[in-house]
Every structure is written in structure tokens, then in C-alpha cells.
């Protein structure tokens, strides 16, 4: 069986790692997957063995709390958003823990420290006859500070008790002994008062520490805040993948129609949907026909028409028409809640990176703990029972060994990395993902809206013998100005841009799932693809050959004819990026394998992957199976990366080592992804996989100082230098001590704000740039026979090779050298018009000396 709890508790990877530890020790459990930052954990075990309870009482009994997740009643709001409200509440309390801890430690620092760095201090403060107060003073504006963040010493006590300390507990111990040590002072300044002991009274004013207490508890407080900001929208992708789905329906019910909260529509429904309207339910068309869509759920940027039979999805968009259908899966069943279980489990299987400060901390901690106590001891003994020097030796252990430097080595290079990732216009939600992102081997790149503009437009223009480009592109833009489709949207744009005035369209129709059919000044016009044309007898001729190859390159042929005879063909399509060809280029430079997935069909997704050279292509893959594929290649041992904009990405983002969300995207795809990418620019992914690595080369920098730091500071804190060079450091120099190396860490991560990325983008297409660096609208004239004025000897020859300028001017050279022949050839339709007095054998010859295939001549 396998289960999932939810754990509480934890506060960094050594208490992941201590629960994983205590439920494999169960007999029954063969796998346990513990989730730091989602705060739960994946059991699977035998159910004649072992009882969640018993797993339960695994986890209360190492320190840490567990319980089964609670469904949410019916009407009652979903556990899900009670855990996003929870978090939100933890973070305001964080933030508000700190800012107290703040407005506490600043007259605390400069009352403690004032003397010492020649502050102006109150008379009251220099006279030693004062001392007291002096100290008292600190030691009061010292508690809020331990107060306000009570749950280190809940969780470090709690955790060391049950033989599991984790950094908390030795925050805990290190700030705890530093008060008692000042607390002790503090009698101590007393008695020598008492007694008239002034160099007692001037010694133990000396051996306050209750500034590195403060000092030691505020920063890790803040620390943790900004840490927990990063990871806190975690939860609500899921909660953002349930709003998609409307929360009524309108069911068809004994003739009438009823509207019904989604929960109660059941399989075999008869549910009626309007234009503008989201599908509530999976289930299949029954009467009526529209174009809906899909692109939530398949990524294909264009509607699909739908008819009586065509299947229809929960959160799909009725974009057109009305229609009726029947239900077929509602509740969890549907695609929908499919996609939102598939990106819950991801996100719950991510185990989280340890940190190298975090996986230490089990040996770390305990081992300082020990050094401290047996300093002490040791001290004790060979001084005789000074408890004085032995304390003074053991506390200092304690607070230099206090793991401010340890703990800021690795946030503070992240954070100065996600801050240069934002000027960049990079959105780094997680440390995580700045950690994993340098190790990727693999990115997976979706199509629409991130390799290609996620929107057609025109990019081809094939007007007829007669027909100018700008009549052409009026009668196209008239035709389809009243339509709502998104090809109709384009060609309208084109003309809008190109400043073209439009006629009125009279008589409008749209034919579903063919065209439209208008009069424009009187006369006739078709526009639509080429089973309207056919229908009304409309002669394509050779222009099937030019759709033809139009579509092989990704793009949407769409015929316009007047009065039954054919005027021009537009070519309309989602074109590719600027800066795609050179970030696919960057990746490969840094040895990263490119694989482009996405769930458009299969001829457009090549034709774009030709384009750009990736060779690795998966077309027509709905979300599960590009979850599926994602968790194929991690299966192989890669690291993969995902960058992706649309909901149906989400499933796959959340399952990737590092998911990268285009900003232009959906919210859903952004939350469920740890790197947004605001510019919407897939140079910026590679940007930041060169920010990642700068920012691991710094963390490792902080730690191997941070650890030098440790290993030179606890042996001197604990005298092990005094028998031979007399060298023993106090608990004032630890403090002092741990502060510089704190300020070291954190003025090397500030190196980190020099950082350029070394790939960048061409600064400006250029002139000859290739159509992915500069699309540019390609304007040709198509020869028809049938019409006025058009030499019988004119041809087309429709060739196969082609791919660059080149090409075309080495079949322009040979069609030309043709004695009495001139040549027109047209890279993008993959054709050559000639005309002249050469046979068809002769022009067949020339092309192939030329090093091409002749498809067909007409």
C-alpha cells in the first residue's frame, strides 16, 4: 500500500533525513520518500505488517509530528488551500519574529559593542560602578529576542532529547549557553559589587554575550524567512490547476435546464455549454458543433472544431458555438483532476537537495556538543575545579561553532544569485532549483509559446496572376474580419499593420469546420481551406501542391476565390522566436541535449525542429505523457530541465529536477515551476543555467571557508594552542570571531552581482538572417492558366531540396542558362515559375544537374 501523511516539524534536511530513518526501521516499509518543503511524506509498505498508526507513532517518537491528510468535507474548503493559508500565516509570523528581534538587537548590539568601537554612550554605561545595570540592561533586551523565536529551543530541545539534534538544537545550545554564561556574569558582577571587587566586577563586564545571542537568533530567523518566502507557492499550482475547471454546470433535465454546483453532475448527463463558456466535465458531443479550446490541456494554440461524436475536456474554452453533451467522467476522473494528481505527486516526489551544511549537521552538531562538554571537563580538571575557565572554554566551543557562518554560506550566494537572476529578468522561486540547475544534462523545450510567439500570424502571401499582394490581403482581411477564429485574427492583423483598408462583408457565414462565405461590393467570395473550395467547385490546379508543401513547413494554407474562381492562397502560422535558434545554440554549447515536446501535430512540431536543428522531437503527446517522457529521461539517470508556458506543461514542469516557466505563460504552468523567465525569452533559460553555476561555485567558496573557519576556530576556542603557544580564545573573541566570518561569507557571495552571462542573443536580425532569427511576410505570385493575360508557356515546377538562398540561386542559375527561359524561384513554396520555350524534359534536366528533385511540372 502506499500512503501519504503529512509531517510537521521539520526544519532542515537532517530532520527529513532522522524521519526517513525512524520509518524504514519499521519491518513492513520497503520505501519511504520524505518531502521537506511540502511537509510530508510517501510510505509504502505491507498492510499485514504494519498500520499507519504504527508509522505515526515511528515519527512522534524521533521528535516530529504526523498524521493522515484530512479530505475536505463536501462545500468545505480543500485541504490543499487550508495548507497554502498556513503557510502564509507562517511566513507573516516570520516576518514579524524577525522585525521584533530586529528593533531588540539594534540597541542591544550598540549598547554591548559601543565601548568597544568608540560609540557615544551614556555616562551611566562607562562608570564600572554601574556594572550592573549595564548588564541587566542587556539581559533584558535579550529575552523578547529568545522569546519571540521560542520554537528553536521547542524544536532543537525536542529533537536533541530524542537523540536526533539538528541545526536548531545547536542554535538552541549555542544562544542558551551564551545567556547562561551572561547570566552568571551577572552574579558574578554582583558579588565583586557587593564585596567591593572591582576587578572582578571590570572582568565579568567583559564576558557578556548576550549581543551574540540576540546577534545569533535574529539572523537565522531571517534567514529562514527568506528561504521560506522562496518555497512558499509551492501548493498553489494545485490550488490554480482546480480554479480552471467552472464550478457549476448546466445540465439538461427533463427538458429543462438546470444550473448544478459540478460536484452533483453525474456520468450520462446531457450538460449545455454557450460560446465564451469552460467545459465542466469530460464527456462527448452530442449535438450542436464549435471550435473549443484545448490549449490547457494539449498545448495546441489553435481551436479544434468539435461535432456530434468529438470528445470534449473539463477546462477546455467554447469558443464559438453552442452545443450539448454527454458526460463521460466527472469528479477525479476527469482530465483535468488527472493532471492536477499527476503534478501533486511530482511535487511531493521531489526529494529536496541537501544541502552540504545540512548533511553534516547529524555528525556536525553532536560532535561540537561533545568537544564543548569534554573542553569543559578537561578545563575542570587541569585548572583544579576552576569552574570560571572551565565554562569560559566550553561556551566558547559553543558559540564559536554556532553555525552563522555554516548556515549563511549557502543562502546568503543564493541569495545574492536569485537577486542578479531578477535583474536579469530571471525569477528564481527556489535555492533548490539554483542548485540543481547547473547539473542538468537534458532540457525539454515546449513549442508553442516558448520556442515559437504562441500566436499565428500571416507569413506567406500568394497571389494570383491579376491579384496584387494588398488586394489580396484586403479581400482576406474583409472576409474574415467578422470571425472570431485566431487564423482570421492574424490575417486581419497583417492588414491592420500594413495599413490596408477594409470592405464591408455582407451577407457573412461561417461554415464549420471549412471556412467562410461572404459578398463583398457585390460580388462572391470563399475563404477556407480546401474541402470548402472543392465543394464549390473552386480549381485549385497546382495550388494543391503549394498547399501542400506549405504545410509540410508547419504552416496553414487558407484559399480565397471570387466568384468560383481562385485569387490567392495566405499561409498563416505560429512562427518561431527570435532568440530561440541561438539559445538552442548556447545549450548545445555547454553540452546540453535539446529535446523539443510538445502536443501540436507532428508535421508542424519537424517543420519547426528542422528550423532550428533539433534533431529529438515528441509531437502530439497530451500532459501525461509528457510527464511520462520527463520521468523516462530522469529514468535513464539524466538531469533534466523543462521550459514550458502552458497548463499542460504543469504536470511535467513539477515532475522535472528543475521546471522553467515562460512569463508570457499561464499562472498555473508559472506556479508549478521553479524558475519563471519574466522577458518570456528562451535566452534567458540559458542565462540562468550559467547564473546557477556561478552561484554553486560561490556557495562552495562560502562553505569551504565557512568549515576552514570551524576547523581552526574550535580547537583554539577550546585551548588546545595553550600548553604550547598560550593561546586560548574567549568567548567575546569567538563572538568576534563568528562575526568576521559571517561578514567574509557574505562579501565573497557579493562578488556574485559581477556576474555576465557569456551567451547572449544577436543585438539585431540581420539582413540575410535566416526566417527564425527575422520572419519576414514572403510575398509570391502564383500563374494561373485560366486567367486573362497569362502566357500558355508559363510553368510551375515544384522541387524538393531547397533549404536556403543558396539553393535558390543555384535553380535560378540553371531554370535561367535555359536558352529563351526566365525563372521566378520561391524558396518558401518550394517551387520555380518559368517561362519560356524549354520542354518539361529540359527543365527536369536542368533542376537535377543543379543537384535537386523536379516533384512535378505543371
Known amino acids: 500500500m502506499k500512503q501519504k501523511f503529512t509531517v510537521t516539524g521539520m526544519t532542515c534536511s537532517a530532520c527529513s533525513a532522522h524521519v526517513d530513518k525512524a520509518v524504514r526501521k519499521l519491518e513492513g516499509v520497503s520505501e519511504v520518500n520524505v518531502n521537506l518543503l511540502g511537509g510530508s511524506m510517501t510510505v509504502e509498505y505491507d498492510p499485514a505488517a504494519e498500520t499507519p498508526e504504527d508509522i505515526i507513532a515511528a515519527v512522534d517518537a524521533a521528535g516530529y509530528g504526523c498524521a493522515l491528510p484530512q479530505k475536505a468535507a463536501p462545500g468545505k474548503q480543500d485541504t490543499r488551500a487550508d495548507a497554502a493559508r498556513q503557510m502564509e500565516e507562517e511566513l507573516a509570523g516570520m516576518k514579524r519574529r524577525f522585525l521584533i528581534s530586529l528593533c531588540f538587537l539594534v540597541p542591544l548590539f550598540y549598547i554591548a559593542m559601543g565601548h568597544m568601537m568608540g560609540w557615544p554612550l551614556p555616562q551611566l554605561l562607562h562608570d564600572s560602578r554601574n556594572a550592573l545595570a549595564f548588564a541587566f540592561i542587556q539581559f533584558l533586551l535579550v529575552l523578547p529576542i529568545m522569546y519571540v523565536n521560542d520554537k528553536y529551543y521547542r524544536v532543537g530541545f525536542k529533537t536533541l532529547l530524542h537523540g536526533a539534534p539538528n541545526m536548531d538544537s545547536l542554535i538552541a545550545v549555542g544562544s542558551i549557553a551564551a545567556v547562561v554564561y551572561g547570566i552568571a556574569a551577572i552574579f558574578q558582577i554582583g558579588y565583586g559589587l557587593g564585596h567591593g571587587d572591582m576587578a572582578r566586577v571590570e572582568q565579568w563586564s567583559m564576558d557578556l554575550y548576550f549581543e551574540s545571542a540576540g546577534m545569533i537568533l535574529t539572523l537565522i530567523t531571517l534567514g529562514k524567512f527568506l528561504e521560506t518566502r522562496s518555497k512558499g507557492k509551492t501548493s498553489q499550482a494545485i490550488s490554480r490547476l482546480m480554479d480552471l475547471a467552472p464550478k457549476t454546470a448546466v445540465v439538461l433535465r427533463d427538458g429543462r435546464e438546470v444550473e448544478l454546483p459540478v460536484e452533483e453532475v453525474a456520468v ?104 564543548a562538554a569534554v573542553t569543559a571537563v578537561v578545563w575542570l580538571i587541569v585548572t583544579g575545579g576552576d569552574i570560571t575557565r572551565a565554562l569560559t572554554a566550553g561556551v566558547a566551543v559553543l558559540v564559536i561553532s554556532c553555525p552563522c557562518a555554516l548556515g549563511l554560506a549557502t543562502p546568503v550566494a543564493i541569495m545574492v544569485g536569485t537577486g542578479k537572476g531578477a535583474e536579469n529578468g530571471i525569477l528564481i ?57 485566431p487564423l482570421a485574427q492574424a490575417i486581419v492583423a497583417e492588414a491592420e499593420e500594413r495599413g490596408i483598408p477594409l470592405v464591408p462583408a455582407e451577407g457573412f457565414q461561417a461554415v464549420h469546420g471549412k471556412g467562410v462565405q461572404a459578398s463583398l461590393q457585390g460580388a462572391g467570395f470563399l475563404a477556407g481551406n480546401r474541402a470548402l473550395m472543392e465543394e464549390h467547385g473552386v480549381d485549385l490546379g497546382a495550388e494543391r501542391l503549394l498547399a501542400d508543401s506549405l504545410a509540410e513547413n508547419g504552416k496553414t494554407p487558407l484559399y480565397f476565390a471570387q466568384d468560383g474562381k481562385l485569387i490567392g492562397v495566405v499561409a498563416v502560422a505560429d512562427t518561431v522566436k527570435p532568440t530561440s535558434a541561438a539559445a538552442i545554440a548556447a545549450f548545445r554549447d555547454m553540452g546540453i541535449d535539446v529535446v523539443m515536446l510538445t502536443g501540436d501535430n507532428r508535421r508542424t512540431a519537424e517543420a519547426i525542429g528542422r528550423e532550428l536543428g533539433v534533431t529529438n522531437v515528441i509531437a502530439e503527446v497530451l500532459p501525461q505523457d509528457k510527464e511520462r517522457v520527463v520521468a523516462g529521461l530522469q529514468q535513464e539517470g539524466k538531469r533534466v530541465a523543462m521550459v514550458g508556458d502552458g497548463i499542460n506543461d504543469a504536470p511535467a514542469l513539477a515532475r522535472t529536477d528543475v521546471g522553467i516557466a515562460i512569463g508570457a505563460g499561464t499562472d498555473v504552468a508559472i506556479e508549478s515551476a521553479d524558475i519563471v523567465l519574466m522577458k518570456s525569452d528562451l535566452m534567458d533559460a540559458v542565462t540562468a543555467v550559467e547564473l546557477s553555476k556561478a552561484t554553486i561555485r560561490n556557495v562552495k567558496e562560502n562553505l569551504f571557508w565557512a568549515f576552514c573557519y570551524n576547523t581552526i576556530g574550535i580547537p583554539l576556542a577550546a585551548g588546545v594552542f595553550y600548553p604550547i603557544l598560550g593561546w586560548q580564545l574567549s568567548p567575546m573573541f569567538g563572538a568576534a570571531a563568528m562575526s568576521l566570518s559571517s561578514v567574509s561569507v557574505v562579501t565573497n557571495a557579493l562578488r556574485l552581482k559581477l556576474f555576465k552571462p557569456k551567451h547572449t542573443a544577436p543585438a539585431a536580425p540581420r539582413e540575410d538572417a535566416p526566417a527564425s532569427e527575422a520572419p519576414q511576410l514572403s510575398v509570391s505570385h502564383i500563374p494561373q492558366n485560366q486567367n486573362k493575360g497569362v502566357s500558355p508557356m508559363e510553368k510551375k515546377i515544384m522541387i524538393e531540396g531547397m533549404m536556403c538562398q543558396n539553393c535558390v540561386k543555384h535553380v535560378s542559375n540553371a531554370l535561367n542558362g535555359l536558352p529563351g527561359e526566365t525563372a521566378n524561384v520561391d524558396l518558401e513554396g518550394k517551387c520555380a515559375t518559368v517561362s519560356g520555350p524549354a520542354t518539361d524534359e529540359e527543365l527536369k534536366k536542368a533542376v537535377e544537374d543543379a543537384g535537386y528533385q523536379v516533384v512535378s511540372i505543371q
Open 268 to 371: 450520462g448527463d446531457l450538460l449545455l455549454v454557450r460560446p465564451g463558456q469552460s467545459i465542466p466535465v469530460d464527456g462527448v458531443v452530442v449535438e450542436g458543433a464549435s471550435a473549443v479550446d484545448e490549449s490547457a490541456l494539449t498545448g495546441e494554440s489553435l481551436p479544434v472544431d468539435k461535432g456530434p461524436g468529438d470528445k470534449v475536456a473539463a477546462a477546455s474554452i467554447n469558443k464559438s458555438g453552442s452545443f450539448t453533451f454527454r458526460a463521460t467522467r466527472v469528479g477525479d476522473d476527469t482530465t483535468l483532476a488527472q493532471m492536477i494528481a499527476l503534478v501533486d505527486e511530482a511535487a511531493s516526489s521531489k526529494a529536496p537537495i541537501a544541502k552540504l551544511a545540512d548533511k553534516v549537521a547529524g555528525v556536525f552538531v553532536p560532535v561540537v556538543m561533545t568537544i
Open 429 to 485: 522561486k527556489s535555492a533548490e532549483a539554483l542548485e540543481t540547475l547547473h547539473t542538468i544534462k537534458t532540457i525539454v523545450l515546449d513549442k508553442t509559446g516558448t520556442v515559437t510567439q504562441g500566436k499565428p500570424r500571416v507569413t506567406d502571401l500568394y497571389p494570383c496572376e491579376g491579384t496584387t499582394p494588398e488586394e489580396l490581403l484586403c479581400v482576406a482581411a474583409s472576409l474574415e474580419k467578422p470571425s472570431e477564429h
